[in-house]
C-alpha cells in the first residue's frame, strides 16, 4: 500500500467513526418497529393492518423529506444538517409523552413520524458521503461497516425495547378478556404509560448528540464528475438520462420493503403461531444478528474477493429462497426462515447505492434523495403485508377455520409478497445497473 493510500484512510477514519455513530443511533431508533408494532396493537386495540401503520409513520417521511433535506444540506452542510435531524429526532422522542397521557394512536403516529423527518435529514447526508468518501469500488464495504453499526444497533433497540413494552402482555392480554370497560382502560393506560422514560432518556441523549456533531471533523467530499466514454467531458444534462438510477431507485423501494417485513413482521410472526410475547420478543435480534454477521463477511470479500454486483445476486437468489422456505415450512422453522433473510438483505443496501451512484457526478446528491424517498418502501409494502394477513384470514375463520389457526395460517402465506420484491432486485443485480443510458451499444 503507497503512503498516499494510508494517509487517505488515516484520514477517513474520523469521519467513518462519525458517520457509524449515526447509523448506530437511527438503526436503534428504526428498528424498536418491531417491538412497537404488538405494543401499539394492544394498546390501541388495532387490527394487523393497522398496527402495520407504525412502519408506514416512520417511512413515509422518507417520500416528504428527501428533496427537502437535499435542499437542507445544500444550504447549511452536512455537519449542521446532521445536527438538525438530531434534535427533530428528539423532538419526536419527545411527543410519546403526551401520546402515551392520552393513549391515542394518531398521536403516536406523529412522534414516530417527526423522528422519520430528522432520520430523513440524516440519511440524506450520511449515505452519500460514506459512499464517495473513498473509491467507488468498495462503496459496498464502508456501507457495511455502516450496517454493522446499524444493525448492532437495532438488535440492542428491540432487546431493551421488548423487555420495557412486551413483559407482561401476554397476562394483559388475557386480563383484556374478562375486564369490564373500566378495568380495560386502566389495564390498558397502566401500559401506556410504560414508554414515558425510555422515550424522555432517548430524546435527552439524542439532544445532547445533536449539539456535539456541530463540532465533529468531517471534511467535505464531492463526487467525481460524470464523463462519457471516448470524452473528456460530460454531456449529461439530466437525472432522467440515467435509467440505471431509476432502476436503482426502486430495487431500493422494494428491497426496504422487504427488510422492514422481514425485522418488523417477526415478532408479530412469533405470536401469531403461538409463541409468548416474552420469547417472541427476541425473534427480531435473530434477524439482525443475520444481517450483522453477512455485513461483517461483506467487509472481508468486498471488492477483494467478491464485486458488488456479485453480492447483489446472491443476495437476490438467497432472498427468493428464503421465501418460499418461510411459505412451505411451520413453527419455529418457519420463523427461523423469516430471521434468516437477515442474511439476504444485509449487502443489498450497500451494493445498491454505489452501483447506482456510480458516474452520476454533479447529480450524485439528486440521485441520492430519489434512493433516499426509495424507503417510502418501508411505508407501503409492510401494511399491504398486515392487509393481506386480514383479508386471508377472514377468508379462513368464513370457511369454518378456528381464529387462533386462522391467523397462524394468513401469517405464513402472506410472505409471498416478498417473492416479487428478490425477483426485482435480482433484475437490477444482473441487468439493470449496467443500463447508462437508454440507448445502448
Given at each position: 500500500m503507497s503512503d498516499l493510500s494510508k494517509t487517505q484512510k488515516k484520514n477517513n477514519l474520523v469521519p467513518?467513526?462519525?458517520?457509524?455513530?449515526?447509523?448506530?443511533?437511527?438503526g436503534f431508533v428504526t428498528w424498536i418497529n418491531g417491538a412497537l408494532i404488538p405494543f401499539m396493537k394492544t394498546i390501541n386495540e388495532l387490527t394487523d393492518t393497522e398496527?402495520?401503520?407504525?412502519?408506514?409513520a416512520s417511512y413515509i417521511s422518507f417520500v416528504i423529506m428527501a428533496l427537502p433535506a437535499s435542499y437542507i444540506l445544500n444550504k447549511i452542510g452536512y455537519r449542521k444538517g446532521m445536527s438538525l435531524?438530531?434534535?427533530?429526532?428528539?423532538?419526536?422522542?419527545l411527543v410519546f409523552i403526551p401520546a402515551a397521557e392520552v393513549r391515542t394512536y394518531w398521536v403516536f403516529l406523529t412522534g414516530i413520524f417527526i423522528q422519520g423527518i430528522g432520520m430523513t435529514l440524516l440519511q440524506t447526508a450520511a449515505n452519500p458521503y460514506?459512499?464517495?468518501?473513498?473509491?467507488?469500488?468498495?462503496?459496498?464495504?464502508?456501507?457495511?461497516?455502516m450496517g454493522i453499526a446499524n444493525k448492532t444497533a437495532g438488535a440492542l433497540g428491540s432487546l431493551i425495547f421488548g423487555a420495557l413494552l412486551l413483559s407482561g402482555i401476554d397476562e394483559v392480554k388475557e386480563k383484556l378478556g374478562r375486564a369490564t370497560l373500566e378495568e380495560k382502560s386502566i389495564l390498558l393506560d397502566t401500559m401506556a404509560d410504560s414508554v414515558f422514560l425510555p422515550y424522555l432518556v432517548m430524546a435527552i441523549v439524542l439532544l445532547v448528540l445533536g449539539l456535539l456533531i456541530r463540532k465533529a471533523p468531517l471534511p467535505h467530499v464531492e463526487a467525481a464528475e460524470v464523463t462519457e466514454k471516448g470524452s473528456g467531458s460530460s454531456t449529461k444534462t439530466s437525472i432522467f438520462q440515467f435509467p440505471h438510477l431509476w432502476l436503482g431507485v426502486f430495487a431500493l423501494f422494494v428491497y426496504v420493503g422487504a427488510e422492514v417485513i422481514a425485522g418488523d413482521t417477526i415478532i408479530a410472526y412469533g405470536i401469531s403461531l403461538g409463541f409468548s410475547a416474552e420469547d417472541a420478543k427476541f425473534f427480531t435480534t435473530f434477524t439482525l444478528m443475520a444481517m450483522v454477521?453477512?455485513?461483517?463477511?461483506?467487509?472481508?470479500?468486498?471488492?477483494?474477493?467478491?464485486?458488488?454486483?456479485?453480492?447483489?445476486?446472491?443476495?437476490?437468489?438467497?432472498?427468493i429462497i428464503f421465501s418460499f422456505c418461510i411459505l412451505f415450512t411451520t413453527g419455529f422453522t418457519s420463523v427461523l426462515f423469516v430471521a434468516a433473510?437477515?442474511?439476504?438483505?444485509?449487502?443489498?443496501?450497500?451494493?445498491?447505492?454505489?452501483?447506482?451512484?456510480?458516474?452520476?457526478?454533479?447529480?450524485t446528491k439528486t440521485a441520492s434523495a430519489l434512493l433516499i424517498m426509495a424507503i417510502s418502501?418501508?411505508?407501503?409494502?409492510?401494511?399491504?403485508?398486515?392487509?393481506?394477513v386480514d383479508a386471508n384470514k377472514h377468508e379462513l375463520i368464513i370457511n369454518g377455520i378456528n381464529e387462533t389457526d386462522a391467523l397462524?395460517?394468513?401469517?405464513?402465506?402472506?410472505?409471498?409478497?416478498?417473492?416479487?420484491?428478490?425477483?426485482?432486485?435480482?433484475?437490477?443485480?444482473?441487468?439493470?445497473?449496467?443500463?447508462?443510458?437508454w440507448s445502448r451499444k
Open positions: 467513518i467513526v462519525i458517520i457509524a455513530s449515526l447509523f448506530f443511533i437511527f398496527s402495520y401503520f407504525v412502519a408506514s435531524g438530531l434534535i427533530i429526532m428528539a423532538i419526536g422522542a460514506i459512499t464517495i468518501l473513498g473509491p467507488i469500488e468498495s462503496g459496498a464495504k464502508r456501507i457495511a461497516i454477521a453477512t455485513y461483517a463477511l461483506g467487509v472481508l470479500l468486498i471488492p477483494k474477493y467478491i464485486k458488488q454486483g456479485t453480492a447483489l445476486k446472491v443476495s437476490a437468489i438467497l432472498g433473510l437477515g442474511i439476504a438483505n444485509a449487502l443489498v443496501w450497500p451494493a445498491i447505492w454505489p452501483l447506482t451512484l456510480e458516474g452520476l457526478g454533479k447529480f418502501g418501508g411505508a407501503i409494502i409492510p401494511p399491504l403485508y398486515g392487509r393481506m397462524a395460517s394468513a401469517a405464513t402465506s402472506s410472505y409471498w409478497i416478498l417473492i416479487p420484491c428478490y425477483a426485482i432486485i435480482l433484475f437490477f443485480a444482473m441487468w439493470g445497473h449496467k443500463y447508462k443510458s
